[in-house]
């Protein structure tokens, strides 16, 4: 797709020296009177990159995909295409954040007050003063990389709470609170659910031989090798320190039972790499399994019979499954 933009003359800023000041962004004007789009994009090139696109849908397109940090919109365009592009990225999830400075003959004030009312940020009425316009158009910026650094934080802090630091499994708190989910639906919807507990034999002596971060590379690559044996809609999470569980939804007793031995077996059958070089050392695993037995049973009770079953492995030997 051809674009119709037009760098203005003075120099654009770098991305990154963009961030340092705070100030100038990229830029997105849509407006298809050249008169009007010359003379605005020279006014913002003092502080910000420009691109001009005449074609509102073209504008969607380039809004979609062009990471803007301000969409500069005329409602004087034909057929109303200015407030369509408006309402469009609004509902876009590409262009949602992006703010919108919308721009009018002060005949068309109408159609601001609807632009308004469809999540438009802020306007400018024609005639439009330089001032005016390069500190709206700051403003918008500004707000917009506060609230993008905001979500940024929000996100991290979730994933931070969920996730266990180590092996990047899902946490003991996230496992608890969603296995009730689980368990519920399971019990609505008439389905099986299994649960195992795995936990690693003898790990202390890995401790003790390799040092603990040894330790911590066995149970790394553990993590490694359970991602890659369970389905999207299983949940693995590190319970404890060498201890994991496997949820898995709508998996009976024999199901779960051949993926826990498959599992046990593709650890004990092939050594794991500690250190970069290091030689390879044996590990083995010992596997708790059970499932949800009733309607509403306590996902307390699911896990203490998976506890029992793990015990029960342990204390007959080690690496194997136990139901
Ligand atoms: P068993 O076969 O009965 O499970 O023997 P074990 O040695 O694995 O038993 P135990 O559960 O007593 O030992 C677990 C050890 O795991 C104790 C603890 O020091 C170690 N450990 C706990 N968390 C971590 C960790 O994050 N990193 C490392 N390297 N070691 C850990
Ligand atoms: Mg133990
Ligand atoms: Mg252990
Ligand atoms: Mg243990």
């Given at each position: ?44 090139a ?22 803007y ?41 109408t ?108 149970l790394?690559?553990?993590?490694v ?10 949940l ?64 307390a ?6 506890d ?16």
């Amino acid at each position: 797709r051809a674009i119709t933009s037009l760098e203005i003359g003075v120099q654009a800023p770098e991305r990154s020296a963009v961030a340092d000041t705070g100030k100038g962004g990229r830029i997105l004007l849509v407006d298809d009177r050249q008169s009007s789009y010359e003379r605005l994009a020279t006014l913002l090139a003092a502080e910000h990159t420009v691109e001009v696109e005449p074609n509102p849908t073209e504008a969607l397109f380039h809004a979609a995909e062009g990471n803007y940090d301000l969409l500069i919109v005329s409602l004087d365009l034909n057929n109303f295409d200015g407030l369509r592009l408006c309402s469009q990225a609004r509902s876009l999830e590409r262009t949602r954040h992006v703010p919108i400075l919308a721009i009018a003959d002060a005949e068309n004030g109408t159609r601001l007050l609807r632009g308004l009312e469809i999540g438009v940020n802020d306007y400018l009425l024609r005639p439009i003063d330089k001032n005016e316009l390069l500190a709206r158009a700051r403003t918008q910026i500004r707000r917009r990389r506060y609230t993008d650094h905001l979500r940024d934080n929000v996100q991290n802090s979730i994933e931070m709470a969920i996730t266990d630091a180590l092996t990047g499994l899902h946490n003991r708190r996230y496992m608890e609170s969603h296995l009730a989910t689980l368990a519920e639906q399971a019990s609505t919807r008439g389905k099986p659910l299994a649960l195992m507990l795995l936990d690693i034999d003898y790990f202390k002596s890995i401790n003790d031989n390799y040092g603990h971060d040894g330790g911590d590379d066995v149970l790394r690559e553990f993590a490694v090798r359970v991602r890659k044996s369970i389905r999207g809609i299983d949940l693995a999470c590190r319970y404890g320190g060498e201890e994991f569980v496997i949820v898995m939804p709508e998996t009976d007793l024999h199901v779960a039972g051949m993926v826990a031995e498959r599992l046990r077996r593709s650890i004990a059958g092939e050594p794991f790499a500690i250190h970069k070089g290091a030689k390879r050392i044996e590990v083995t695993i010992s596997i708790g399994l059970t499932t949800l037995e009733k309607k509403g049973e306590a996902v307390a009770d699911v896990l203490k019979r998976a506890d029992m079953a793990l015990y029960r492995a342990k204390h007959d030997g080690r690496n194997r499954v136990v139901s």
